[in-house]
């Protein structure tokens, strides 16, 4: 199996002077004890090419959010994959929750900006996950399922990973069981083995929702997690460097 990868999602948080100085502090402290996994970060588009150089070298990687699915065009307002890895970029995180909810992203949208992320050479993460209701209905599996058949890209176990985030457990402090993230985690394994043969047994699945360095050790354990999406822990250097310093070695 692949290093576990531990990737932040800055969200809609950063400006440029604590943003530089939060990945500064990364830079400084993986250089002094290196962690055992891959480090992401993804800031806010203004600030990929600005980390981007900051990190440049220090093995800790940058990448987007969201991205558009055609490369240029007349779509105001949007970034496209070639823009992102021309600042910098080597990953793109796709359908996360709040896109799918906020912006109505569809399974489609997420397949085909998967795709032209694929084609620019980033590594798209894609996000999928239950809501409360969902859960509660018994549903979880049957929605990831269906999530993950309509939004990943042929192609996509060559570079992709999926981000297993249920939606009841991003920024409230509530986390699945460790019996419920493993019982996800090998649903989506053997999803992406019947899709994608051999290739399916090298993708990474994160888990993501409320991840925190007191949690983050019993999370990385649990088989077939590959890393952890970290939205809130990831704005404060310690946090999010005492959860890479949990991952599996
Ligand atoms: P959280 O967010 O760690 O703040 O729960 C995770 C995410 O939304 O990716």
Wanted: hydrophobic share 50%.
């Amino acid at each position: 199996m692949p290093r576990q990868l531990i990737a932040g999602n800055w969200k809609m948080n950063g400006l440029s002077v604590p943003g530089t100085r939060l990945a500064g502090a990364l830079r400084e402290a993986v250089a002094t004890a290196p962690p055992p996994c891959d480090l992401l970060v993804c800031p806010p588009f203004t600030l990929v090419g600005r980390l981007a150089h900051v990190l440049l070298g220090s093995g800790v990687a940058v990448g987007g959010q969201d991205c558009h699915a055609e490369a240029a065009g007349a779509h105001t307002g949007d970034v496209s994959a070639p823009m992102l890895r021309d600042a910098g970029a080597t990953a793109v995180i796709l359908g996360h929750s709040e896109r799918r909810a906020g912006h109505g992203e569809t399974d489609g949208q997420v397949r085909a900006k998967a795709a032209a992320a694929l084609a620019a050479g980033l590594a798209p993460i894609i996000c999928v996950g239950e809501t409360l209701a969902e859960r509660e209905a018994g549903r979880q599996e049957a929605v990831v399922a269906a999530q993950l058949a309509g939004s990943l890209p042929d192609g996509f176990a060559v570079a992709g990973a999926v981000a297993y985030e249920p939606v009841w457990a991003i920024g409230t402090g509530k986390t699945p069981t460790e019996a419920e993230i493993a019982a996800m985690h090998a649903m989506i394994r053997r999803t992406l083995a019947a899709r994608f043969g051999a290739a399916g047994a090298g993708v990474r699945i994160l888990y993501g929702g409320s991840v925190k360095p007191s949690n983050a050790k019993a999370i990385l354990a649990l088989p077939e997690v590959g890393g952890a999406l970290v939205g809130g822990a990831s704005l404060v250097a310690e946090d999010f460097l005492a959860i890479a310093a949990a991952a599996r070695a």
